[in-house]
């Protein structure tokens, strides 16, 4: 599943070139990666044999949580990979979906 990831990473890297003006915001950003990484454990916690059927479930979970938020998986992609191509803009967006997963985290006590 990380492997997934970091390949998804590594294409969108590849392909932009610049960092686009209509990237999604920091806030909004991190709570749809909180939400997809807490999809990604409900995923790991299945403990589901084939890669295949992991990653079948990952993109229905992945569609559906974008859907939610409302965002397109292009616009996605995209603010993904302007926010990797800046380093200190990343931390920061990383910083935030800590402390979202630890809100999400509180509110499931």
């Not at 044999?49 to 995209?78: C, M, P, W």
Request: glycine share 2%; proline share 3%.
């Amino acid at each position: 599943m990380r492997f997934y990831i970091i390949i998804l990473l590594l294409a969108c890297w590849a392909c932009s070139d610049s960092k686009p003006s209509n990237r999604l915001p920091e806030n909004q950003m991190a709570e749809i990666l909180a939400d997809i990484h807490l999809d990604e454990g409900k995923i790991s916690a299945l403990n589901i044999v084939s890669a295949d059927t992991s990653v079948i479930l990952y993109n229905q979970l992945e569609r559906a949580t974008l859907k939610r938020h409302g965002v397109d998986s292009t616009s996605f992609a995209k603010s993904f990979a302007s926010y990797v191509q800046e380093p200190q803009d990343f931390i920061d967006l990383y910083k935030r979906v800590n402390a979202a997963l630890a809100k999400k985290q509180l509110l499931k006590k």
